[in-house]
């Protein structure tokens, strides 16, 4: 355990050193398996069906996460490769201030999902007991010890978790809980029925296809947090592709078998309520439901801890464990008086900011840098011009970046809020982050000069 704490030790923005990443390929493979296993990846295999058919659905399923967790895995070696946080690594691209605008969208969004994974537990737990135990009603309490509960994970740190509570613990308890829910479900339906019956065609496949990248995707901002620790390239690209494809393809499917084997209606206004109901109907689904419910703290944990790495590329000097304790009393108070909705437009919205700036992070690492950042330098607090720092803002780099959101949404639109795309059966993932990568690679050789002081490499 000593050994543990010492690797806990607070990097804040500064590289993690070799000798102290210590998460080999199965440790990552475990930590993002466990990430991936999750209420909220059912939520969204909802939303694919009636709109398609169920043969359809588990094909949009395979092919987004095939592409979401391609694009994850080659994000994750960078955070292997440099010991860096994500936030801290688009300085690269974008320049250290143009990178203080991703890390907004990503504080915003971190919070929103370790809310919603606070009240997905809070409801869950209210479920079980008001209809298993007969006890009164207590959402908020449930709120409240959830949050702590998450907080204290957050404190502990990646590896700590992964090493004391996941790997001797959780993964084993779920990995045999989703196969028992798994069975109950196909030995009470009519499969065959359910791929023989067609779809409403109210879901175009690719835009059903960009629902499936946005999960995977919206690790991107964190995916480094945690691969910062991974011991080789290899264990960071397996560990976290590998390790969230296998859970993500399952759930998804489950929660769209659910929808059809059951009756279940998603609802983006209310979309874990009628989930919960529908597990808690399955044999011995009240004991499915509570292990899930505790494994649904691992992502609320992630959110919250790196919503504090992130808050730490914009105020270096603060202090990890008071970010922790500052983040998880807002998520307390979103948990308590915000309903959360319309989902599946916060997935699009998520893929829309995130797909392009992943493009642009990969052609300057991978294209134009060679694989070369130098990390001390990136994690530099000084102002520009110190040692050759990097440059306030890339203006290629954040054009670019906003270039590729427009592609995004002009394509997709966000049919939650009535704005129509110009294609939404094209779908937009992959046009946007081709953009953004393409015009990255060409304005960066453009501007030569501007993107060596955007992104300093490693002479040699």
């Known amino acids: 355990m000593a050994s543990l704490l010492l690797k806990n030790r607070d990097y804040g923005i500064r590289p993690v050193p070799p000798s102290q990443r210590s998460l080999s390929t199965w440790d990552t493979f475990v930590l993002w398996a466990d990430l991936g296993t999750s209420f909220l990846v059912m939520v969204v295999g909802m939303f694919l069906v009636p709109g398609l058919g169920l043969g359809q659905a588990l094909l949009a399923i395979l092919v987004g996460a095939l592409i979401g967790n391609l694009l994850l895995g080659i994000a994750a070696t960078v955070g292997s490769d440099t010991g860096l946080p994500t936030m801290v690594l688009l300085r690269g691209p974008l320049g250290r201030v143009g990178s203080y605008a991703p890390t907004v969208l990503n504080v915003l969004q971190l919070i929103g999902w370790a809310a919603l994974e606070v009240i997905v537990m809070a409801q869950a737990a209210d479920v ?163 292990v899930l419910l505790v494994d649904e703290a691992d992502e609320g944990f992630a959110n919250v801890y790196s919503t504090a790495v992130s808050i730490r590329n914009l105020f270096p000097q603060l202090s990890h464990r008071a970010l922790v304790v500052g983040v998880c009393a807002v998520v307390l108070v979103i948990g308590w008086l915000v309903p959360l909705a319309q989902y599946e437009s916060f997935l699009l919205l998520i893929g829309a900011a995130f797909v392009p700036l992943l493009g642009v992070l990969l052609a300057d690492y991978f294209v134009l840098r060679g694989r070369r950042y130098d990390a001390d330098l990136l994690a530099e607090t000084a102002s520009v011009g110190r040692r050759g720092s990097a440059a306030a803002v890339s203006w290629a780099g954040v054009l670019t970046w906003l270039l590729g959101v427009a592609v995004y949404l002009a394509i997709s639109g966000l049919p939650a809020f009535n704005v129509q795309g110009l294609a939404p059966s094209l779908g937009a993932t992959l046009p946007s982050f081709v953009v953004a990568f393409v015009l990255h690679v060409v304005l960066g050789r453009a501007f030569g000069t501007a993107a060596r002081r955007a992104a300093p490499t490693v002479a040699g």
């Open 128 to 290: 079980l007991a008001v209809r298993f135990l007969g006890l009164p009603s207590a959402y908020r309490l449930w709120v409240l010890a959830f949050t702590v509960l998450t907080a204290a994970m957050a404190l502990g740190g990646p590896v700590v978790v992964t090493k004391q509570y996941l790997e001797k613990f959780a993964v084993w308890v779920v990995l045999a809980t989703t196969v028992w829910v798994t069975g109950a479900l196909l030995l009470s339906s009519d499969v065959a029925g359910l791929f023989a019956k067609p779809g409403t065609g109210e879901m175009p496949f690719w835009l059903a296809v960009d629902l499936v990248v946005a999960l995977p995707i919206s690790w991107f901002p964190l995916v480094a947090d945690y691969t910062r620790f991974s011991r080789t390239r290899g264990a960071a690209f397996w560990g976290a592709g590998a390790g969230y494809f296998v859970p993500q393809v399952w759930f998804y499917a489950l929660g769209a078998t659910l929808v059809l084997a059951l009756g279940v209606e998603g609802d983006p206004n209310a979309p874990v309520a009628p989930l919960l109901g529908a597990f808690a109907g399955l044999t011995a689904g009240w004991l499915a439901l509570l």
